[in-house]
T-cell receptor
């Protein structure tokens, strides 16, 4: 069965600092992995997705994530945090043979000016 | 291209009532999925429809149901509402039902059950 675990429900970084949001997956087969962002009172927006084409995936707004099979991880990073990055971030995996998503519990990112 | 729209955006109901939520997918998208988001349980998959057929279903009681019309618009219904049904209900559409298809989310319907 597929699942994801997000370490850290809250992460605070200073503006301009590195953003690192952690996600580990559990899957019996090669997974499809996604990172979504949710701003207050809005739906989810896709940041990036891993579909086995490349282990380093670049997404929107300067975010990227690296798929590491040996560590079963798919951590999200951004070199320099911006105030507008403050939001909740969700890691997700899609079910084998279907496109419904299993989400992690989310990480709320706070950016300190 | 217009995004996923959900109506209504906010809804207040009382226990025992039923409610219907509507979702209009992005034009050309044939798959519609529904998710429930609560502070306690997080984001949970309810069901997915593709070409008017329910393809997948999450672990929710039978009070939760849905349907999809020939124009891909979808509705979900919750009968005999309980306090615990208070949540943000998100609809997502995708072009197809493949595992790697991007799902585009609507803004959600916030349901409050009193």
């Amino acid at each position: 069965a597929q699942s994801v675990t997000q370490l850290g429900s809250h992460v605070s970084v200073s503006e301009g600092a590195l953003v690192l949001l952690r996600c580990n997956y559990s899957s019996s087969v090669p997974p499809y992995l996604f990172w979504y962002v949710q701003y207050p009172n809005q739906g989810l927006q896709l940041l990036l997705k891993y579909t086995s084409a490349a282990t380093l995936v670049k997404g929107i707004n300067g975010f990227e994530a690296e798929f590491k099979k040996s560590e079963t991880s798919f951590h999200l990073t951004k070199p320099s945090a911006h105030m507008s990055d403050a939001a909740e971030y969700f890691c997700a995996v899609s079910r084998t043979g279907a496109n419904n998503l299993f989400f992690g519990t989310g990480t709320r990112l706070t950016v300190i000016p | 291209k217009a995004g996923v729209t959900q109506t209504p955006r906010y809804l207040i109901k009382t226990r025992g009532q039923q409610v219907t939520l509507s979702c209009s997918p992005i034009s050309g998208h044939r798959s519609v999925s529904w998710y429930q988001q609560t502070p306690g349980q997080g984001l949970q998959f309810l069901f997915e429809y593709f070409s008017e057929t329910q393809r997948n279903k999450g672990n929710f009681p039978g009070r939760f149901s849905g349907r999809q019309f020939s124009n891909s618009r979808s509705e979900m219904n919750v009968s005999t509402l309980e306090l615990g049904d208070s949540a943000l209900y998100l609809c997502a559409s995708s072009l197809d039902q493949r595992q790697f298809d991007e799902q585009f989310f609507g803004p959600g319907t916030r349901l409050t059950v009193l």
